[in-house]
């Protein structure tokens, strides 16, 4: 199953076994809680009567994935469905489709039912709208882009779906005045730069106190032995390895997954060159 994430989504081997050990974690972790489905039984203001509150299923289950951890997500998502009774439709992201059909022959193998644990490909404008406004659909959880969680809010407004939404965001990297400078740094770099920056809580920028930071946009000195906070991260940063063969299990960075991101990135080094403050 590794080795099929990095061919379509390209982060190194070692992260991609990484992530399908999180993948059988979540569903492993979500199978557990099946024994410990309960209900609830709640005073009444009638003397004469008690209410039991039980959990049914919600019944199909329409689940979303982004590109960045296909696998990782698609058993988050599947586990705690899944366990909880409701049938599921996964909807892998067309950058990355072979990681949910994979998953998808593994249900088949271990006995799934037919139709319990389905998995289609395509656009989200096309098929993901599809699943989205289908009556068929009872709740739809989804990660991925404001845009598109906007998207799915409209969709389902008319039927009142039920929606799971994680959205993307702009995840600060803050460094108190008592930090460990030391471990700062690799926190800094390992929020940066793990799957290349593909990922949701990436240090997307950085805040240090002012007790241990001039706010130059160029040096962070630091105040207990003015070392410099932006030169020991560079420091870091150059002792990363370069790309090398995809089974090599010491290799760090990879490759950026779509040709959008890549214009993006170029983007900003061409901003840069311009003049631009980054």
Not at 57 to 81: C, D, E, I, S
Request: hydrophobic share 45%; charged share 20%.
């Amino acid at each position: 199953y590794a080795r099929i994430i990095p061919a379509e989504q390209g982060k190194p081997i070692g992260q991609a076994r990484g992530e399908v050990a999180a993948c059988a974690e979540f569903l492993s972790h979500a199978a557990s809680g099946a024994r410990r489905i309960s209900g609830d039984i709640v005073a009444s203001d009638n003397r004469n009567e008690e209410i039991h509150i039980r959990r049914h299923p919600y019944g199909v289950v329409v689940a979303l994935t982004a590109w960045n951890y296909p696998a990782a997500l698609a058993g988050r998502k599947a586990g705690p469905a899944l366990v909880a009774g409701n049938t599921l439709v996964l909807m892998s992201h067309e950058l990355t489709p072979l990681s949910g059909l994979f998953l998808a022959r593994l249900a088949e193998q271990v006995g799934l039912p037919a139709g319990v644990f389905n998995v289609v490909t395509g656009r989200g404008p096309t098929m993901g709208a599809a699943l989205v406004s289908s009556p068929e659909t009872d709740l739809v959880t989804m990660t991925g882009s404001l845009r598109a969680g906007r998207d799915i809010y409209a969709a389902g407004a008319a039927d009142l779906k039920v929606l799971r939404l994680e959205l993307g965001g702009k995840a600060p990297f803050i460094v108190m005045e008592d930090a460990d400078i030391d471990a700062a740094v690799d926190a800094a770099v390992a929020a940066r730069f793990t799957n290349c920056g593909q990922i949701c809580t990436c240090n997307e920028r950085m805040y240090l106190h002012r007790a241990i930071a001039e706010l130059d946009p160029l040096v962070f000195l630091i105040a207990q032995g003015r070392e410099q906070f932006w030169l020991c991260l560079a420091q870091v940063i150059e002792v990363f390895r370069a790309v090398a063969h995809e089974s090599d299990k010491h290799v760090d960075q990879a490759l950026i997954a779509a040709d959008g991101n890549v214009d993006f990135t170029r983007g900003l080094f061409h901003a840069r060159d311009q003049g631009a403050g980054i």
